[in-house]
């Protein structure tokens, strides 16, 4: 019996190569403006933030899979028109005009080139980027290859062998569910007196700590992140906040603002796909996995923001002893 889980569509991942396409950043600027004006449900900031992510998602992946087929098309017409005017080269030769019609085909071809490299260096490893390979079938199958490496066939519960992929789910779903639940409070709090005289905020401190946050802030947060960082489960990279930014604005604002009140609802930002990377090879125990968790980009900016707000007063307020935690 095949107990393989049922298929399901891939996951959107926004291409920073789009950005680059003729006509694509007004249509997605246009597609967030409606989303903002259409009619839905909207109780929260949160609402209206995954309403407008959503509607545009669906855009862009709808878009990105009509250029896919378009630019595949477009490589092979150019590829047979150039080959025509090389194999008339070699025979009666090419006219002046023809030679620069030769060279602005090869232009055109290396702007896909281009693009497809930019496509394929996100899905290799690091080792392939800072060695800079180029886009070669070699380099493609490495690539996909992870993700044909990139399975757990078993695991040991103890005793016993876990092979049938819906045992290591639950296996692997317990063992963190109990590992990130939060223990027992036991009602131990630290003493006022705590922290000496210096390493106390002043009130004017206080008043910058918790103002509420300005556009500027904001986006200085923003321009701030690594724009190749991973994308979360939303595949909204950094990219994507940096490019979009005057039409998004509005809806990460309120999200600021709900978060700055405490009436926001973080579970439904904060999460994230653990990914497990095994510590030694040939890894079979659910310990010798190291998991790392890629959450949304959006949350990742408003913890961003804070941080910023608090980076000022950071080493005035953190013990000398202290190492967890601290900015390297």
């Known amino acids: 019996?095949?107990?393989?889980?049922?298929p399901t569509a891939p996951r959107f991942c926004f291409e920073t190569?789009?950005?680059?396409?003729?006509?694509?950043?007004?249509?997605?600027r246009g597609r967030w403006l409606e989303a903002h004006l259409a009619s839905?449900?909207?109780i929260s900031a949160v609402d209206d933030w995954h309403f407008?992510?959503?509607?545009?998602?669906?855009?862009?992946?709808?878009w990105g899979a009509n250029l896919g087929r378009d630019l595949h098309l477009r490589k092979k017409?150019?590829?047979?028109?150039?080959?025509?005017?090389?194999?008339r080269a070699d025979t009666v030769g090419l006219s002046p005009d023809e030679w620069m019609q030769r060279y602005d085909l090869e232009d055109q071809l290396m702007v896909i080139y281009t693009d497809e490299e930019a496509y394929?260096?996100?899905?290799?490893t690091q080792k392939w980027v800072l060695k800079g390979d180029a886009n070669t079938v070699?380099?493609?199958?490495?690539?996909?290859?992870?993700?044909?490496?990139?399975?757990?066939?078993?695991?040991?519960?103890?005793?016993?062998?876990?092979?049938?992929p819906a045992d290591i789910r639950a296996h692997v779903d317990g063992f963190y569910h109990d590992l990130f639940s939060a223990p027992p409070r036991w009602g131990l709090a630290l003493a006022p007196h705590f922290w000496d005289a210096p390493q106390c905020i002043s009130a004017a401190d206080n008043a910058i700590l918790t103002a509420p946050f300005s556009e500027e802030e904001v986006w200085l947060a923003i321009k701030g992140m690594n724009p190749s960082s991973a994308p979360g489960p939303d595949g909204l990279p950094v990219k994507f906040f940096q490019s979009f930014w005057p039409a998004i604005k509005q809806e990460v604002m309120a999200l600021f603002e709900e978060f700055y009140v405490g009436s926001i609802d973080l579970k439904r930002l904060n999460y994230g796909i653990i990914t497990l990377i095994p510590k030694v090879p040939g890894a079979s125990d659910i310990r010798q996995f190291r998991p790392i968790t890629v959450i949304n980009v959006i949350f990742r900016i408003l913890a961003k923001?804070?941080?910023?707000?608090?980076?000022?007063?950071?080493?005035?307020i953190t013990h000398p002893d202290q190492s967890a935690f601290i900015q390297g």
Not at 1 to 6: G, S, T, V
Not at 80 to 86: C, H, T, V
């Open 1 to 6: 019996q095949d107990e393989r889980p049922p």
């Open 138 to 164: 070699y380099f493609q199958a490495i690539a996909n290859g992870r993700r044909r490496r990139n399975t757990i066939p078993f695991l040991w519960d103890g005793e016993t062998l876990l092979q049938r």
């Open 77 to 87: 017409a150019l590829l047979d028109s150039i080959q025509a005017l090389d194999l």
């Open 17 to 28: 190569f789009w950005l680059k396409q003729n006509g694509f950043a007004e249509a997605v």
């Open 120 to 124: 394929w260096r996100l899905r290799g």
């Open 40 to 42: 839905h449900r909207s």
């Open 305 to 316: 923001g804070y941080a910023n707000k608090v980076a000022p007063l950071a080493d005035r």
């Open 52 to 62: 407008c992510a959503k509607r545009s998602r669906q855009f862009m992946k709808g």
